[in-house]
DNA sequence: TAGAATTAGTTATGCGAATAACGTTATTCG
DNA sequence: CGAATAACGTTATTCGCATAACTAATTCTA
């Protein structure tokens, strides 16, 4: 492998991490929320109420970050956690109405990013990018190979 | 833009962003190294001395978080920060022997890091993929259109 | 059924990087 | 020249996410 083509490949990817995240914050403000708060509120929109141990598992962030993410946006409003029926240790995490009218306005924003992301670019690679992406990620990854839904 | 679509854009970007930091901090711990000093140190060596504003620009982070990266380095004898001599404001930065030594060890891990991030894709792809996630990129750039060498 | 191993969640702590505010040095302009 | 402005670097503080260590609940197993 060639160095320069190796490190063009991960100064870029260093360089887009950095950038969408600056730019999800700054898209989040208006609405109060943080980066990664929103993806909990996607993630609880598309499965519905899942227990914390789930949500770790399904944004690929450690369980003290849900707890974190979790009290902060409960304490805003938007979304509830009560202790789950079958299991005393799991605490099940569901939208409130207002975090879930809130999950639409984020859903708007995601639309604008990725228009915006994504301008210049054919209709082909768009399409074709989510896989690309998904790619590289389970190629880095440290763990398991990530396969829920195979987008690729 | 269709939601759906937009979304499997951003999760796949954040993702990337989380495991890329994660296997970057992985394979740079046995050197010593914490992700983002070795992109400095690669800029060094790509550029020459420098200081520390140019690194801040040229890595697209802060002037701060330069002054820590860069402590930290010298600390632990990879750089060497002298002031300019012809303006007593700014400090020049430049690779010690064994920084320099350091350096060759970071390209190795980089080029196996992306051998085993690339793995599966055609050449073809992994050609334009640079160019691809620099448009990325700039398009969700904040400030200004980051046009040190267009590899598009 | 009793004890070991596993799992859910939390607390404490550390690190990278951002912003805000500050002191110091250059530069620009009246 | 001298004052205002800008630029370089630092400190202080905040935020997100990680790991380590802990408690409590559940499941496995002997």
Redesign the interface.
């Known amino acids: 492998?060639?160095?320069d083509?190796?490190?063009?490949?991960?100064?870029?990817?260093?360089?887009?991490?950095?950038?969408?995240?600056?730019?999800?914050a700054?898209l989040l403000a208006p609405l109060g929320l943080h980066p990664g708060q929103e993806?909990l509120l996607?993630e609880l929109a598309r499965t519905g109420p899942m227990i914390q141990a789930q949500l770790s598992e399904a944004l690929?962030?450690e369980r003290p970050s849900v707890t974190l993410m979790a009290r902060k946006l409960e304490a805003a409003g938007h979304i509830r956690r009560s202790p789950a029926p079958d299991d005393q240790r799991a605490t099940v995490v569901e939208l409130t109405d207002g975090g879930r009218a809130l999950t639409e306005k984020v859903?708007q924003l995601?639309?604008?990013?990725?228009?915006?992301?994504?301008?210049?670019?054919t209709t082909e690679?768009?399409?074709e990018?989510?896989g690309?992406?998904?790619?590289?990620?389970c190629?880095?990854?440290?763990r398991r190979p990530?396969s829920r839904r195979d987008?690729g």
């Open positions: 492998m060639d160095f083509q190796a490190d063009a490949v991960n100064q870029a990817i260093r360089l887009l991490s950095l950038r969408h995240r600056a730019r999800t700054e993806a996607l690929s962030v859903k995601w639309c604008a990013l990725a228009q915006e992301t994504l301008a210049g670019l690679t768009v399409a990018l989510p690309l992406l998904k790619t590289l990620t190629n880095v990854d440290t990530h987008a």
